[in-house]
């Protein structure tokens, strides 16, 4: 499937934002070694950090094709990614 640079841009973004609501969920809920969460903070915590680890997958996978079929390095095509996608502030910068 052929991609556009824009495309690749709201992947990103989309990768981003849920990144930033398992952090959200992770600072709400306290360390997972050190608090005792409930069955629901547990499975709500799992199903976005699953939702991140597959959009930044489908992500790198997409970036990789689009790199390939423009013959552009895969490192300056995810760079240029990831400037047009900035990651929103999650407090702990």
């Known amino acids: ?3 556009t640079f824009d495309e690749l841009v709201e992947k ?3 990768a981003n934002e849920a990144h930033a609501r398992a952090l959200e969920l992770r600072d709400a ?3 997972p070694t050190a608090a005792s969460w409930t069955g629901e903070q547990h499975d709500t ?3 976005a950090w699953r939702a991140w680890r597959d959009l ?3 992500t790198q996978a997409a970036v990789t ?3 390939r079929s423009e013959s552009r390095p ?3 095509v995810e760079a240029e ?3 047009a996608a900035p990651t929103a502030p999650t407090g702990d910068d």
């Open 1 to 3: 499937m052929a991609h």
């Open 12 to 14: 990103q973004r989309a």
């Open 29 to 31: 809920y306290g360390a």
């Open 45 to 47: 915590y799992e199903t």
């Open 56 to 58: 930044a997958r489908d």
């Open 65 to 67: 094709e689009y790199a």
């Open 74 to 76: 895969r490192n300056e």
């Open 81 to 83: 990614v990831k400037k």
